[in-house]
């Protein structure tokens, strides 16, 4: 019996919570919610050590309270979620923390595909964002199954950088520009019969290409052009970055794509990040939007 | 003979007791272990009661606050010399909010605001930062009204000519970045020179960010990339973060990557400056308005810097 009414309580309670939440919600929605919110993950380890548990259980609860703060982020009505796993640099930590972050990711990859998942209920499509090719064979294979497995939910996105640096991604994005432009430029040679000169081309077939401008002989490259070949180009930009533990730095996530965003560092550590934390900066950026947009506008 | 942080102390005061009498010459004799001799140093208190010092040939040699000395002043008590950021970089936000709540034109707030950065430069020179970058205009400023922007231009060649000499004289090296062909003639004819006046000087070098943004930064060093891969200079396969890295502006520098960056006015963004360069910057946000940010919140930042950990990603155990 005793057992009982201590089940109906949580039970009760945790109705309560949810109604509240919901009504909480309700209010928020009245000014604009953020349609993309990025998250530096920090402060696992420092919650095991805290609480005295083992490194890896550190990254475990680290994964609930992402859970935790995506339904959170999706039932607001936020569309866009970026999350900083591991990065590049990541790989030079203990061989063992590595493994046991891939296994764990391998492991978590598999729950969040199973049904009553949170991908279900949100129609959430993943992306692995990063440099894929340095993961192991299986974590590879794991992402890429997510990503088909997902590829026709459209309700929300949920961006996993994984194998990532900011650096590394327009090393990328710079390559593929390289080689855009410049093959855009093989088929081409100036036209001698029209006696034009100066950016007007014509490919083999006659074909003018008056519309590529061009400089010292190459396409001109644009901002736009580099930001198409990101990985990230398949999300807008963050409207919020926030990075837990209280360390108030990038780290390499995003730096071209949180140009304009507004940085949140709220002292909790990962785990500790609560639904307050996400209320505290939404509210925030609701006072700031319409400063922010006016900013906007003038670039 | 007297340790050389004492002799500086002792300085000081004798300096603050002049400032605060009628004006008159005083003559220090002190010994400075690093030189090994004894400098006869005059300081002369003018009637505004602005100290300047002279040699002993009698020549002035500018401001009190300039040392004449190979290394850096004592830094204020909590701060270790070791933990110095090497590169400081700014952005100056808030002059308009700081004249708006005085109930004066924005014009004011900018003209504040150069008060701060002629005293975060000395700073800076004092302790021995070695790079000091200033966010002045970014790319996205062209867009503000017409008259801000003009008075903006017309200032930077005002400041810039009235304290080219003192900024020489402290040792300070001008570079500027940012897309320059859009400034008036007249402020790029100065700029220029001023680059090439102070190009010898090594106390600190002053990155001065006109017309600057990171996002283009990068997109003209992949341009630059281009060129080379259809020149066959290089392959694409050849194209990695260093050699991104060596085409960007901030490339000239010895330090292109910021240790601490602070923004004043309470913004919590970085407005498109330096993006590929601030990956692993230390990032303060003051709520002071720059015209208000003077030693103490300049120590305060750096409080703050050399209590952080970096990691660069890796594990401190």
Redesign the interface.
């Known amino acids: 019996m005793e057992v009982e009414s201590g089940y109906g309580f949580r039970q009760l309670f945790s109705g309560l919570g949810c109604s509240f939440r919901k009504f909480m919600f309700s209010i928020l929605s009245v000014g604009p919610i953020p349609d993309h919110i990025a998250f530096i993950m920090d402060g696992n380890?420092r919650f095991a050590k805290k609480q005295h548990l083992v490194e890896g259980d550190g990254h475990r609860a680290g994964y609930k309270s992402l859970i935790s703060i995506l339904n959170y982020c999706y039932e607001l009505g936020v569309k866009y979620i970026t999350v900083y796993a591991f990065?590049?640099?990541?790989f030079?930590?203990?061989p063992e923390?590595v493994q046991l972050l891939m296994d764990l990711l391998v492991e978590k990859i598999e729950d969040l595909l199973r049904d009553g998942s949170i991908v279900t209920k949100y129609g959430m499509r993943l992306y692995f964002i990063g440099n894929l090719g340095l993961l192991s064979g299986a974590v590879r294979a794991a992402a890429e199954k997510a990503m088909r497995a997902t590829a026709h939910n459209t309700r929300a996105m949920l961006l996993i950088c994984v194998a990532y640096?900011?650096?590394?991604e327009?090393?990328h994005?710079?390559?593929v520009?390289?080689?855009e432009?410049?093959d855009e430029?093989r088929p081409l040679w100036k036209s001698e019969l029209s006696g034009v000169c100066n950016g007007r081309w014509v490919d083999e077939g006659g074909k003018n290409h008056s519309d590529i401008q061009m400089?010292?002989?190459?396409p001109?490259?644009?901002?736009g052009?580099?930001?198409r070949n990101m990985y990230m180009s398949v999300a807008p930009d963050p409207n919020i970055v926030i990075r837990s533990s209280g360390?108030?730095?990038?780290?390499?996530f995003l730096?071209?794509q949180?140009?304009?965003?507004?940085?949140?560092s709220p002292a909790a550590l990962w785990p500790e990040i609560s639904l307050w934390h996400l209320v505290w900066v939404v509210l925030d950026f609701q006072r700031k939007h319409s400063y922010l947009q006016r900013?906007r506008k003038?670039? | 003979m007297l340790p050389l942080r004492s002799s500086v102390s002792l300085e000081k005061k004798l300096l603050s007791f002049s400032r605060n009498s009628c004006p008159s010459t005083i003559t220090q004799s002190l010994l400075f272990p690093s030189h090994g001799r004894l400098v006869q140093l005059k300081t002369a208190v003018s009637a505004t009661g602005v100290a300047h010092r002279e040699d002993d040939k009698g020549v002035n040699t500018g401001m009190a606050s300039t040392w004449d000395l190979s290394e850096p002043e004592p830094l204020p008590p909590g701060l270790l010399r070791e933990l110095m950021p090497r590169h400081v970089a700014v952005v100056m936000d808030g002059n308009a909010r700081w004249a708006r709540r005085r109930g004066l034109p924005a014009s004011s707030g900018h003209e504040a605001g150069v008060q701060s950065l002629r005293e975060l430069i000395e700073l800076c020179v004092k302790w021995g930062i070695r790079v000091l970058t200033v966010f002045a205009f970014s790319s996205e400023n062209w867009f503000r009204p017409k008259g801000e922007v003009d008075f903006l231009m017309g200032l930077f060649e005002r400041v810039m000519e009235s304290e080219l000499q003192n900024i020489h004289r402290q040792g300070v090296q001008i570079s500027t970045i940012g897309d320059s062909s859009k400034l008036p003639k007249s402020l790029q004819k100065l700029l220029s020179r001023a680059e090439q006046y102070t190009k010898d000087n090594s106390q600190l070098h002053m990155i001065v960010a006109i017309s600057y943004s990171g996002r283009s930064d990068i997109t003209q060093a992949c341009k630059r990339i281009a060129r080379k891969v259809k020149d066959g200079v290089i392959c694409l396969e050849d194209i990695d973060e260093k050699l991104i890295e060596g085409e960007l502006e901030t490339s000239f520098s010895d330090f292109p990557s910021p240790d601490l960056l602070i923004r004043t006015s309470g913004e919590l963004r970085l407005s498109n400056f330096l993006l590929w360069q601030l990956a692993y910057t230390e990032l303060f946000f003051a709520q002071t308005l720059w015209p208000d940010f003077r030693k103490t919140e300049f120590v305060e930042a750096l409080h703050s810097f050399q209590q952080r950990q970096r990691r660069y990603g890796s594990r401190n155990s």
């Open positions: 380890r990065s590049i640099e990541n030079k930590r203990q923390e640096t900011s650096c590394d327009m090393v994005a710079v390559q520009s390289c080689r432009k410049v430029t400089d010292e002989g190459i001109i490259i644009k901002t052009d580099v930001e360390e108030t730095r990038l780290s390499n730096l071209w949180t140009a304009y965003s507004p940085l949140y900013k003038q670039s």
